[in-house]
Every structure is written in C-alpha cells, then in structure tokens.
C-alpha cells in the first residue's frame, strides 16, 4: 500500500512538474515568434500576441478543476500584464519611466495575489515592489548619495516583506526573505561600517537584537538563529580583513597578517560551529 502510495505522488509531481515546463516552453515559444517577426507585425498584430498570451490561460482557468493548474496559468498572466504594459508604453510612446511600469504592474499583479494568495504570486509582487524602488531611486537618489543607502533600501523592505509573511503564518516565505533581509543587513553593515556611517549602522544591531529576541529567547528556532550567526561572522571577518591588510606594505606584513587572519577565523568559526550545536541539542531536549 505504501509503495502505490509512493508511485501514485511520484506520477503526480512528474504531471505538474511536466506541465510547468510545457507551459514555460510554450510562452517561451510565443515570446520567440514575436520576436523574430516584431518589426515585420503591426500595432494590432502585436497587441493581438499579447494581449491573447495574457487572456488566453486567464480564460482557461475557470474551465479548470485543478488549483495548481489554475495558480500556474494565473501566475503566466500576472508576468504578462508586463509584457502589455511595456508594449503599450513602447508603441505609444508614453513616455513613463520605468520604476513607473514596474510600479503599474506590481499594483495590478497585487489583485492577483490577495486573491489567491498563493507563494509565486506573492513573491512576484514582492520582487516587483524592490524593482520599483530600485529603479526610481536610481533615477533620483544613487547618483547623489553611497550604494549603502541602496542595501540600507532592500534590507528595510525585505524586512517589512519577512513580517508581512510571519502575519499571514507563511512558512515559505518568511524563510525567504528572512534570507533576503540578512544577506541585505550583512552587504549594509559591512559597507556602514567601511565608510565610517555610524549614526545609521546602528539600524544592524538592532536587527540582531530582535532577532535573537524573538527566535533565541522567545522561542528557538535554529534556521533564523544561523542565519544570524552567519550575517555576524560574515560581516565581523571581512570588517576585520579590512582594517587589517588596508596598511600591509609589505610582503612580511602580508604573511604575518594572513596568519593572524586565519587564527581568528578558525576560532570564530569553532565557537560558533559549538554554539549552534549546542542549541540543536537544547532544541532536541
């Protein structure tokens, strides 16, 4: 009974990781024709192949008893409502900026994702969101001021993203952009910190103090607290290897610190590697 039980959701993970690819390499095709024939169509032609690649799995949808299925063809159409956007804007001439179209798209994308509410309809809009406020601060503010700002950015939205999925009990997605928020939080401390901005990389341990708060001493959980531990011996190493070769003049000096270096690291790593290991073990208890 088992072993059919085990065949029987084999051949159902083959069907839809089947159908993904089919219809992948079919908007995939689509996008090809267009392309290869674009200068060559009119402006009807061209809104026909796009507004019927984006309709086309929106229709057949509703025909459809199964939610995967449904959830796969709505997300194909929630990446098209791009494709329109940037066409109408391109045949038209509107003259809008870009974060403008992403910001256009996400807010539509958005009806999308608090209907159904589904991961790739979330993370879609949450991707769309940072390319919005990238793209617009690209325009108005990297110019004029350090990329820290721009990590600084991505890791304050990720953030908001990371409690927005804890709020709606998404275990998927927290995990997700917990990663992006640290990986952001690490590029802005290492970079505050290099640069001499104190007053704003006081916003880091703040970070780690709620994050140790909240998954340390709350309640554990190992997968946030390594990526914690991660975050500090990452950013602590490469702050230190800084400040300590930035003033090697010399061969000797190289060598004398690359041993140092590699002294600490093999001890930072050691305690850390004991600490978390000591926690899966309070954890196992």
Known sequence: MENILTKKSFLDTLIKVLFVVGVISLGVSIIMFGAYNWDSLGKLE????????????????????????????????????GANLALIGQIYQTGAD?????????????????????????????????????????????????????????????????????????????????????????????????????AISLIYPIFVALVWYFYRVSSLNLYY????????????????AYYLFRHAHSDFDVISRSIVFIGIIMTVTTIVYKFIKKLKVENEV
């Open 46 to 81: 061209k809104f026909a192949i796009a507004q019927g690649a984006f309709l086309a799995p929106l229709i057949i949808s509703f025909f459809l008893n199964s939610k995967f299925i449904q959830n796969i063809l709505l997300f194909v159409s929630s990446i098209l409502i």
């Open 98 to 198: 870009t974060w403008q179209l992403f910001a256009l798209w996400a807010a539509l994308s958005s009806l999308f994702a608090l209907l159904l509410k589904t991961n790739l309809h979330l993370l879609l809009v949450a991707i769309l969101i940072e390319f919005t406020l990238y793209l617009y601060a690209d325009i108005y503010w990297w110019h004029r001021h350090s990329i820290i700002y721009l990590h600084l950015m991505l890791f304050i939205v990720n953030g908001i993203f990371w409690m927005v999925s804890i709020y709606f009990n998404n275990n998927f997605l927290s995990k997700l952009f917990s990663l992006a928020t640290t990986i952001f939080a690490t590029l802005f401390i290492i970079g505050s910190t290099i640069e001499h901005l104190w």
């Open 225 to 240: 607290i390594e990526l914690l531990a991660l975050s500090l011996v990452v950013s602590f190493l490469i702050i230190l």
